[in-house]
């Protein structure tokens, strides 16, 4: 008898309890989408009052936002395995806006010097092709840090006179630091690398994001973001998302 | 039975929390199409299998936690579902230190985006494992102790009547 009375009141302990979490759950959960869902970003808010590192048309209905280091291997895989496909299928037929951020992170040596010689290649209008070539021979410059040779190589020689005139006042910087040119102030210094403010805005930005690590990427959809995600992801995984998103 | 709701509730929020709406906006077959699609990039960034693996892993997991978690919960099998839930904890556990020791910066996906995968991450997924194991335990320990007095009043009655 005091055995059923027992069953009976974990029974009705437990029908409580599920009650209760069902009820809770939703609501914490919710405590943490506010916490972690980053503020609803409209498309057209991306800021691009800087050098644009972009591919595709701006009205694209999907913007994917790429926080990068042209000298770290996850970004070249990411690249070469995931954004050449999209580039070549999404971008080209309109659907997605592929946004360029550099990241460049202190422990890679020439990912500064990289990502001022992609900026000065934007303002030529070659910035696919350089950043392709760099990322087709990361494992090359990353050694001996020759990242002007594949510049070169991207583009004709009379852009390419152009983009190394720019360069000329870049000094090298120190190992993936932001260059002592560009004041902490937030403003380049008077006679510094024209590019590093560029560099510099991206990076502020990524910290709001908080880029942790290198690729990192977001989506904007109909004034919704997705992300951030960080790591290497497959085409097919990425297309099958891509699809979803456009599909609702 | 503290220890199984919290095991349960492990697995409701992470099952919650992988089907959500990832931007804001109301739930809706889409918004659960888009959750998962999303959870597969997550699952496919840890490099460890194949993409329609990886895609067939995002689809099933969530449904599977919210299933074991309501499981665990009921009390049903108890014995059986906590060890269930060991193995699933265990797997999770060794696959996150595998891409920790790898050097693979990346989310890890298992309560939502946004989590990074660092010491922090392991830290808790180690606790969570203590607690399954735990559970697991204490369900084989209330079971025996439910049988030993069921055995004993049987063994009384075949003395009686062998009397």
């Known amino acids: 008898m005091e055995l059923r009375r027992a069953a009976k009141g974990w029974r009705a302990a437990g029908i409580v309890i599920i009650a209760a979490i069902l009820v809770a759950i939703p609501a914490l959960a919710t405590k943490q989408t506010a916490k972690h869902t980053p503020p609803v970003t409209k498309t057209a808010a991306v800021p691009d009052e800087y050098i644009v590192k972009a591919i595709g048309s701006k009205s694209a209905p999907v913007t994917m936002e790429v926080f990068s280091d042209y000298q770290c291997p996850s970004c070249g895989s990411l690249y070469e395995q995931t954004l050449k496909p999209l580039i070549a299928d999404y971008v080209a037929s309109g659907k997605v806006y592929l946004v360029h951020r550099d990241f460049p992170l202190p422990l890679h040596k020439y990912g500064y010097e990289a990502a001022r010689w992609v900026n000065a290649a934007a303002l030529v209008g070659k910035y696919p092709e350089v950043e392709a070539a760099l990322y087709d021979n990361q494992a090359a410059w990353s050694v001996d840090g020759n990242i002007q040779k594949y510049v070169a190589a991207a583009m004709s020689p009379v852009d390419f006179k152009r983009v190394d005139k720019m360069m000329e006042v870049c000094p090298p910087p120190a190992a993936g630091v932001s260059p002592a040119s560009y004041s902490q102030t937030g403003k380049p210094a008077a006679h510094g690398c024209p590019f590093d403010a560029s560099i510099e805005k991206d990076k502020a930005l990524g910290n709001t994001v908080p880029v942790s690590a290198t690729p990192t990427f977001r989506f904007y959809y109909k004034g919704k973001t997705y992300g951030p995600m960080s790591g290497v992801v497959s085409w097919p995984i990425m297309k099958q998302f891509l699809d979803q998103v456009i599909s609702q | ?163």
Request: proline residues 4%; glycine residues 10%; contains cysteine.
């Open chain 2, 1 to 163: 039975m503290i220890g199984r709701i919290g095991l349960a509730g492990i697995f409701l929020v992470a099952a919650y929390a992988k089907l959500k709406p990832q931007a804001p906006g109301p739930w809706s077959a889409g918004s659960v199409k888009t959750s998962l699609s999303m959870f597969a990039m997550q699952v496919d960034s840890f490099q460890l299998l194949s993409s329609s693996s990886a895609d067939l892993v995002a689809h099933t997991l969530p449904f599977f936690e919210l299933f074991l978690g309501l499981w665990i919960l009921s009390g049903i099998a108890l014995r059986l579902s906590s060890v269930v839930s060991t193995l699933l904890l265990g797997g999770f556990f060794a696959t996150l230190i595998r891409t920790y020791l790898m050097g693979l910066e990346i989310n890890c996906g298992c309560f939502g985006p946004g989590e990074r995968l660092g010491p922090k991450r392991l830290a808790l997924e180690s606790l969570m494992v203590v607690l399954s194991l735990a559970v697991t335990a204490g369900a084989f320990i209330v079971a025996r102790r439910k049988s030993v007095p069921a055995e004993s009043a049987t063994s009384a009655v075949g003395l009686e009547q062998a009397r």
